[in-house]
Structures are given as C-alpha cells and as structure tokens.
C-alpha cells in the first residue's frame, strides 16, 4: 500500500507543529522567515507558502517552464533575496530562477538561459542549496 508522503514542521524544540498529507512529494527544504512564513517546492513545480503556526496554506504558484525531460527536475531550495527594503523569494530549476513575492507568489522577474536552448542538455538538473 502506497501512502501520501506526509509534511511535518517542527519546532526548535522538537515539538511537532502539525501534519499535512500531501500529493506531490516536497523536493526542497523548507525556507521559515521571521514573518510566520514556511515556503518549500514539490515534484510537479509548484511553490507553496504555509502559516508556520497553523500549517494553512496561504498560496501556492506553479513555476511555469518550457524546460524539457529530466530539466524539469530540480532540488534547490529557495531562498530571500533582499535589495533595499523589499524582500522577494527566488526559486531555482527548470531552467529558470524566478522571482516571486512572499505576500502572493506573484512572478516578479524570471532569469533564463541557465540552458541554453541552442545548446539543450535534456538531463541537466539543478542542485543547490544556500550556504549560510
């Protein structure tokens, strides 16, 4: 019998914040911010943004690519970027970082050309994680 993979944040202390099942399983880590924010990745490109405290979902995004075979796999995890006062959340893979803002996952700006298209490697993947 196969299950739905299950989502469980915990708290610094080990304590179990709550339980989700979910569809698709997370292929990231999950990024928490200082507003209450869990953000994390899945297999079919989506991005999500969960209240930390409550584990409702407060909105989710697909990463729309055009990348093809094995690049539309990615294990990145996302990360904050900053400039100035504004804050946005970039993810990485498919052949695109983009840009999305933490309140509703809107695309901010997307970067292409990590694969280039007249040169396509059908089974690049990209992994990646921040370095503290």
Do not use: C
């Given at each position: 019998?196969?299950?739905?993979?299950?989502?469980?944040?915990l708290a610094?202390?080990?304590?179990?914040?709550?339980?989700?099942?979910?569809?698709?399983?997370?292929n990231t880590a999950a990024l928490t911010t200082a507003g209450g924010l869990a953000f994390v990745g899945d297999w079919d490109r989506n991005v999500y943004a969960y209240d930390v405290q409550?584990?409702?979902?407060?909105?989710k995004v697909t990463r729309k690519s055009d990348a093809r075979d094995e690049s539309m796999e990615a294990y990145t995890s996302p990360v904050?970027?900053?400039?100035g006062k504004e804050e946005y959340l970039v993810?990485?893979?498919?052949?695109?970082?983009?840009?999305?803002?933490?309140d509703n996952g809107a695309e901010i700006w997307r970067l292409g050309g990590l694969n280039p298209k007249d040169?396509?490697?059908d089974a690049l993947r990209l992994i990646a994680s921040p370095v503290a």
């Open positions: 019998m196969i299950t739905a993979p299950i989502f469980v944040p610094r202390d080990g304590r179990v914040l709550w339980k989700q099942r979910v569809r698709t399983p997370y409550t584990g409702k979902e407060v909105w904050i970027w900053r400039k993810t990485l893979g498919a052949d695109y970082a983009i840009a999305h803002r933490l040169s396509y490697n």
